[in-house]
């Protein structure tokens, strides 16, 4: 008899796992598939080779002028090549990218840019504006222009930037581990938090939302939404992953949405709540025809069930809704799914768990509401320079192994299907009880005449805070505020009722992916309320 091994199997001497990184796919792709269109924007449709070749271009520029791997390079970019060419040149450098949001203001931009500690800073031709009022408040910082702005003294034209760089192959060789990106989580009050994400964490989330949102290499996904957030990533790593086409449109316009559709015949796309708002306001959508696509997702903010059932009247069955949380882990609902448990943000993606705890931080799961915690193979790194929010987000089940917190509050059912009850934050406590703000704007939404719903709370002497209900009415909609109140009250536990309805005559703060930011809607609340009275 033939002696067994009890020592082990060991091959660590011999080789060591492979690691291919989203930037190192695009050469991949660049030599096997090079004539393929990697990008197509306007009239302009980019092959995979050009597009590997013009990274290497700015890749060769940026080393050249003293970029070093690990440095930081801050970018004010939309949903453009150009902008996307800078981030995965940064990111073949060895670079860390961080697209910061067009949103805030330049005092804000550059107190991110100081945060990060970006060598650069790159700033698309819509923003030139944003990236002067950032080089006020910090002139040293070296700011590289798309369009360099006349008279500028301190700007960086691209194109004298790239003028002597050459387009040959620029590697760096690049470890799971190396820090790829940072994503500014959509602070309302303070500094957003900087989202670290290693290289190996975002081929990780490719895998997930490849598999997931049932991406090919056939695939053409449009992109209408801006770098800066995390889930316009989720629609451009798979593309690029398996070699298939992104369509960049600029800032979304709902005409030049169904134009675009129409002409090239994407797949794939991305919509927050309000952009499919606008789709289905549309009359123009009525008639299209939208059999080329294949998969459209909401995500950003929760899209309420009657919005839902108006996109899938009009684009057909092949909305998808995502729910995610950009530090660690997410879940998504199919068509099929989403008919069957129409509230419902669908079941795990691959690779990841969830579990439900409650206040004293015991499990839960499966019984009961409470926060949702996760834990995933593209979790993030950590937050930037934030110690105490890191040790914060982390919980530990029984075993020791480490989830973060979401601060979102959901139960999942007994088939693994998470209902969302809302964030943390906004619970309200009234009168000793929780209430949900998602409970009462589900309600307010049966109303024919309201389109849109935000409850936020407010002090209340007797009852400590109490619910107000602000709301968008339909076009050509006119009902008091006193009567919306009165219907929406007779449908709601004691407990819930609301105080107030505030009918707002335009539409909600909201952040880039669409989230409301209450904290502004309840300052502008307050403020109508003053000046009424």
Known sequence: MKSVNTVGINATKHFSPAFISIVETIAINARHRPADIAWIEGERQISWAEFDSDINCLANALSANGLNPGDAVALIGGSSYWSYRVGF?????????????????GEMLARLSENCAARRLFVDSDYTDLGEAVQQHLPALPTVYARCPEGSHSGIAFDDLIADASFEEHYHLIRSEDPANVIYSSGTTGLPKGIVHSHGARVGFMHQLGHGLRFTRRS????????????????????????????????????????????????????????????????????????????????????????????RERIGETLYELWGFSESVGTIIDPEEMR???????????????????????DITGNGVGEIVGRTNSIMSGYHCRDEANAEIQWHDKHGRLYLRTGDIGELDGDG???????KKDIILSGGLNVFPIDIESTMLEHKAVVDVAVFPIEDEKWGETPVAAVILAQGKAVAADELKSWLN????????????????????????????????????????????
Not at 89 to 105: D, E, F, K, N, Y
Not at 353 to 359: A, T
Not at 417 to 423: A, F, H, I, Q, S
């Open 417 to 423: 299907y998470l209902y969302l009850r809302g964030r």
């Open 340 to 362: 069957a448990r129409p509230e419902s943000v669908g079941r795990l993606w691959t690779g990841s768990d969830l579990r439900i705890i409650d206040e004293q931080d015991v």
């Open 220 to 311: 053409r996904t449009l992109v209408a939404t801006p770098i800066n957030s995390n889930a316009t990533w989720m629609m451009i790593f798979p593309a690029i992953w398996l070699g298939g086409t992104v369509i960049t449109m600029g800032a979304f316009n709902v005409d030049k949405f169904l134009d675009e559709c129409a002409r090239l015949q994407p797949t794939h796309s991305f919509i927050v709540p309000t952009q499919a708002r606008l789709i289905c306001e549309s009359p123009r959508s009525a008639g299209q025809d939208f059999s080329h696509l294949q998969c459209i997702v909401t995500a950003g903010a929760p899209m309420p069930v009657q919005l839902k059932d108006a996109m």
């Open 89 to 105: 040149a940064v990111m073949r450098c060895g670079g860390v990218i961080c697209p910061i949001s067009a949103l805030l203001t």
């Open 490 to 533: 007779q449908r709601l536990a004691k407990f819930q009722r609301v105080s107030d309805v505030y009918i707002v005559d335009t539409d909600f703060p909201r952040n880039t992916m669409g989230k409301v930011l209450k904290a502004e809607l309840i300052e502008r609340y307050l403020q109508a309320v003053s000046s009424s009275s």
